[in-house]
């Protein structure tokens, strides 16, 4: 036993070194790439520092991300959206009137501030997961992400195609546009051959790390080019690199500069990209996380990831790199090999130590353009095609044409502003735009659901005279189904919509069940749209606001509730259906849903005869119960038949696994109660209780089946009859069905 335990062991430490091997042969490339990137205004002679420090965030960064994080097996590193953010900074400090010009080392103080940026940004990931806020950074809406996303992915290759070309610094893109004599044909080839390679090894050679294959194809194309012609010793390459280990005393030297540094007039807007190089982070983090959780059935914690993240992008600040976040790319090499715990992080880590300080020389004199080439394929593959996608499908229906037109606004707009004006802007402005259609979308879809008295009826089963006149009249009543919140940008145009489709109606359902909350402004327009509802001589109900329902105790405090007459709050909206229907059927149609229905009324005796009726009498006995009687019980084995001369009963069922009921039907006078019973011998499936004082004709069982020996023509009209009833019912619920199925 205790062999086995020492093997497996040495299995998944094996494991755990083949992974970090794999993410630290694809991490080195992308880490001295993305150095390069950020420190690129700094100009040729800051190359092989930059290099440097793209490779010590990656290390310092990823070590204690590995070591705290909460997502197993996660390989952090520079990303390409806190690069250009960073590349952005850089830039601003450069282009600043009010920068410093006096300091001694002025490529020392920018790296400072830059390392300031990236240590706002990881105390922003350790708040943001201290304060369990792992799952709300995840809901920054798609377009405004994938339009970021996008943007960065532009800025990025703009940012490699000087190196890729292999430019001079006083050259521009532009000049190339007109004299293409000026790029470097041999850089432009090896970076060519490295971008290519990276894409073929993803077609063909999927074992291999594409970017692995990309650097070492664009090194072996350096290497012919270099026998094949002197041009290539032109070729611009990292410079002279040599080891050096971050100490404390980079700290101290930083320190120093702070007094000069800090006379900087835009430090706030160094905080402001240091916020957002948290948030950027801690994205990229998750959504690696989240990455991982599908591809390794790993289980992460989104808030101690963050805090680990944070940690890591201190650490780096202060020995002066950049920042860093989870890697989908590094990470699924890593688990793709056999990693998969926090040793595969921190290995990976020592690895690319040990790389960098005994590899040094050689890596200074590989050429920029293969790093240019890589970077390249990173930023080709970071576009999101959600935005083609958008216009592919851009056809009816209207409402989804509208809301993939605003989205691709949304997602324009983003990259637009991200190109050309800002990182931060076109986050905000993106955001504020969501936000903008969100409100107007949501003051748009209050009403989930209208339909009238005529499509549905309430749960009490009426005669035919009664449910013709609702169907006549059925108009008078309107039910609105509402939903989400109302709130100011929805609340005024809700009333203004209710009353325009109300002109005609008497009645006016709003069933609130749906309703998430509502405000102060909400409020005020409710309580004026029932006293408009009372001035007009109608009646406006409303249901759901019940003892415990959330909005309830806000509507007392907004004097809502006290506006409202009692008689129109109702538990549920059948319940104010009911009521709206008894309003009708007593005074537009002058039925008497309370009058005692003498026998030959009773639609089970329709088309009866005197002498058939005479026949029936013999087997009919009289039948009352006081209000709160159980007139049946589910389960009972009876098969009586009651028909109601006056009253009003309910039917309910008991809930399962509970001690509640439900009502199912009430029933008025005129009704039948228990025919199903009568006809097929199963057990009563439902209570049936007397809501008032109420009197029945009772048929028993066996007086039926005398009445189908001795009187079959008059027995089959009764259960005609019984037949006619119960299809009326059919169809008044299947009409319900279709209406809640339809809209």
């Known amino acids: 036993m205790k062999n086995s335990k020492t093997e497996a062991a040495s299995v998944s430490i094996k494991n755990e070194f083949y992974g970090a091997t794999a993410a630290a042969i694809i991490s080195i490339p992308m880490a001295i790439g993305y150095g390069i990137t950020v420190f690129a205004p700094l100009g040729a002679d800051f190359i092989p520092q930059a290099a440097l420090i793209g490779m010590n965030a990656a290390v310092i960064g990823g070590f204690w991300a590995a070591l705290f994080g909460g997502t197993p097996g996660q390989i952090s590193g520079p990303q390409a959206s806190l690069t250009m953010v960073l590349t952005t900074v850089v830039s601003l400090i450069m282009a600043d009137s009010s920068f410093p010009q006096g300091i001694a080392d002025k490529h020392l103080t920018i790296v400072f501030l830059v390392s300031f940026c990236v240590l706002i940004g990881g105390v922003t990931q350790m708040l943001l997961g201290l304060f369990k806020m792992g799952n709300l950074i995840k809901y920054i809406p798609h377009p405004v992400l994938a339009g970021f996303l996008n943007g960065i992915a532009i800025l990025l290759i703009w940012k490699q195609l000087p190196l ?85 005393g980079v700290v101290t030297e930083l320190l120093y500069q702070l007094p000069n540094s800090f006379h900087y007039e835009r430090v706030y807007d160094l905080c402001g990209y240091g916020v957002i190089l948290g948030m950027l982070g801690s994205m990229e983090s998750l959504m690696s996380s989240s990455a991982l959780e599908n591809l390794s059935d790993i289980e992460v914690d989104s808030n101690k990831e963050l805090i680990g993240q944070g940690l890591g992008n201190i650490a780096a600040s202060l020995l002066g790199s950049i920042s860093s976040a989870g890697s989908i790319i ?39 353009s293969i790093f240019a080439g890589v970077i390249i394929s990173v930023g080709l593959t970071l576009f999101d095609s959600s935005v083609l996608r958008l216009v592919k499908f851009y056809r009816p229906p209207f409402g989804i044409q509208k809301d993939i037109f605003i989205s691709f606004i949304v997602h324009v707009s983003v990259v637009i502003i991200t190109v050309t004006i800002s990182l931060t802007t076109a986050v905000l402005i993106g955001i504020i735009l969501s936000t903008a259609y ?68 008497t009645f006016c359902i709003l069933d609130m069940n749906h309703v998430s909350e509502i405000d102060s402004t909400g409020a005020v327009i409710l309580i004026r749209l029932y006293k408009r509802f009372v001035k007009a001589g109608k009646h406006l109900l409303i249901t759901h606001l019940n003892d415990g329902h959330s909005m309830k105790d806000f509507l007392t405090v907004t004097g809502v509730l006290s506006e409202i007459a009692e008689q129109h709050l109702f538990h549920d909206a059948d319940e104010a259906l009911e009521w709206a229907e008894n309003r009708i059927i007593s005074e537009l149609c002058y039925i008497d849903d309370r009058k005692r229905y003498p026998l030959p009324e009773l639609e089970v005796f329709y088309n009866f005869g005197d002498g058939e009726l005479d026949i029936f009498k013999q087997f009919l006995d009289r039948k009352t119960f006081k209000k709160g009687d159980a007139i049946i019980s589910e389960g009972q084995n009876d098969r009586d038949l009651l028909m109601m001369t006056r009253g009003l009963v309910s039917i309910t069922l008991h809930l399962p696994n509970s001690d509640r009921k439900k009502r199912l039907f009430t029933f008025g006078s005129g009704a039948i109660i228990g025919e199903m019973a009568l006809l097929d011998g199963h057990p009563r499936s439902a209570d049936v209780w007397a809501d008032q004082d109420s009197e029945f004709y009772r048929l028993t069982f066996e007086g039926f089946k005398k009445i189908c020996t001795d009187h079959p023509q008059i027995a089959l009209k009764f259960v005609s009859n019984i037949a006619l009833v119960i299809s009326q019912r059919l169809r008044v619920r299947s009409q319900e069905i279709r209406m809640l199925v339809d809209k």
């Open 164 to 248: 890729l070309l292999g430019l001079d610094r006083s050259t521009t893109l532009l000049d190339v546009f007109f004299d293409f004599s000026l790029v470097n044909a041999a850089s432009l080839l090896i970076g060519l051959a490295a971008l290519c390679a990276v894409f073929a090894s993803r077609a063909f050679l999927k074992r291999m790390p594409s970017i692995l294959f990309g650097l070492l194809t664009g090194v072996a194309a350096y290497g012919i080019l270099l026998l094949l012609t002197d041009k290539a010793r032109h070729v611009a390459v990292i410079g002279e690199l040599s080891f050096t280990l971050p100490t404390i």
């Open 330 to 368: 590094r990470s699924h090499a890593n688990i793709k090999a056999g990693g998969r715990g926090r040793l595969s992080g921190v290995l990976c880590s020592v690895i690319m130590l040990l790389c960098i300080w005994t590899s040094a020389p050689l890596i200074g004199k590989i050429p920029l």
């Open 438 to 505: 969100f409100i107007v979308k949501m003051g748009m879809t209050s009403i989930r659901r209208q339909y009238s008295g005529s499509d549905i009826t309430s749960k009490k089963i009426r005669n035919t005279a009664q449910y013709n006149c609702l169907k006549n009249n059925g108009e008078e009543i309107q039910i609105f189904e509402l939903q989400g919140p109302i709130f100011f940008g929805s609340a005024d145009k809700l009333a203004r919509l209710i009353e325009s489709r109300t002109r005609e109606a």
